[in-house]
């Protein structure tokens, strides 16, 4: 009798283990690395700047975003949990909120085939959509208010990329530093 409830005890234990190592997998987690130059430089306002953009002869027609801005904000994670499977799998520099012209989304910063992307998730109804997926590299300045965005749709590098320029002078704060 004894050895009855001692096994219905370990099988428990084991269910308990499994369910909670399963829970654990399921979240979405983001990689503290203040290396990373994007995750420690991308945060900000940033503006188009036409000149650069016209010099990587972008194709004819071509529109880029006229400005974008970019929040550091983890608690974003919680609302992509539905985006989960699509993202369990990736390392996760940086999360936070993106407004395009105007426009805002929750977006994260990753690694897809060696090049940094940015994934940004439309809402409707508080719900999160499929990612738009933007190529995205920043040229570091000295000092940072000299940073250069180069931000492309097209992740597979067909076409040439936007370049933005800062647009606020504050936007230089990062995890891994402060403003000089």
Known sequence: MLANKSWILAASLCTLAAVTTGFTFQQLALVQDNQ??????????????????????????????????????????????????????????????????????????????????????????????????????IGVGRPKTQDVLFYSSDAEGKSSAAAFRRSDAKGVATPASTPK
């Open 36 to 137: 990373n130059l994007l995750r420690t430089r991308l945060e900000g306002k940033w503006v188009l700047d036409t000149t650069m953009t016209r010099h990587l002869q972008p194709e004819p027609g071509a529109t880029a975003p006229q400005s974008v801005e970019f929040t550091n904000d983890p608690a974003v994670m919680d609302r992509l949990i539905a985006q989960k499977d699509r993202l369990s799998s990736l390392h996760l520099y940086q999360s936070g909120m993106l407004t395009i012209d105007g426009k805002s989304f929750p977006y994260v910063v990753t690694n897809e085939h060696g090049n940094a992307t940015l994934l940004y998730f439309p809402t409707r109804s508080n719900e999160v959509g499929a990612p738009t997926s933007v190529s995205i590299a």
